[in-house]
């Protein structure tokens, strides 16, 4: 699953890129962790518009103590579950992510380094999810998953739904089988590039929250 991406892009390109008109103020960072705002590109009125969200719906397990804080649901295993299904119906709660690269884990425990994945030919790309308002943390947001495509498979057996600038508007308006479409396609392979680094998988002083898959 994800628990890392980057947006090195500023608002105005973040903008230009999806067709927004107007470039917001953001209090995302360019690294994005579970339970942290990140940018998010939805609909509104029938214009496009981007806004900060918290990456990942607050969840309180049956296992939780009563009082405890919820973990964020950052990554969505499949779409026709009940958690999700009554959302992603409903274009209204469709959004795309814009990353410009997304990092898995890899190595021995304790010493995980991170390889990163972007989409070639494409400096932002998208990633489809969902969005509500919640309760706890106000907007958030959560990004689809799907089984890994070969380019990815070294390294994790699954890979966020990726998304082409020509496809944005399929995600946003189409039909659930529309969206159900590209969750379970087969990314293709030629189109990722993997870079692997020695950098330490937890960077931060406050580790980040480790997110959740349902």
């Known amino acids: 699953m994800c628990n890392l ?8 390109d973040l903008a230009d890129h999806f067709g927004v008109s107007t470039a917001p103020a953001s209090n995302a960072g360019e690294e994005v962790y579970p339970g942290t705002p990140g940018m ?36 969505i295993a499949d779409l026709a579950k009940g958690f999700w299904v009554g959302l ?8 795309i992510i814009p990353v410009t690269g997304f990092a898995e884990a ?7 380094t991170r390889t990163w994945f972007n989409v070639k030919d494409q ?14 943390w106000g907007p958030v947001y959560s990004g689809a998953m799907t089984d890994c495509n070969e380019a990815v498979r070294p390294i994790h ?25 590209f969750q379970k396609r087969c990314f293709p392979d ?14 931060r002083k406050a580790a980040p929250s480790q997110g959740a898959l349902i």
């Open 5 to 12: 991406y980057t947006v090195k892009s500023n608002l105005q």
């Open 40 to 75: 998010v590109m939805r609909e509104r009125d029938g214009a496009r518009i981007l806004q900060s969200m918290t990456w990942g719906f607050p969840v309180r397990l049956k296992t939780m103590k009563p009082g405890s804080k919820p973990i964020p649901v950052n990554n």
């Open 106 to 112: 890899e190595g021995a425990k304790g010493s995980k």
């Open 157 to 181: 057996d699954r890979m966020p739904v990726l998304l082409l600038p020509h496809e944005y508007d399929q995600w946003l308006h189409g039909t659930f089988d529309d969206v159900m479409g």
């Open 190 to 203: 030629a189109m990722i590039e993997m870079t692997r680094t020695s950098e330490s998988w937890v960077k």
């Open 88 to 95: 992603a119906r409903k274009p209204e709660w469709r959004c």
């Open 123 to 136: 400096p932002i790309f998208g990633w489809g999810g969902l969005w509500r308002d919640s309760e706890e």
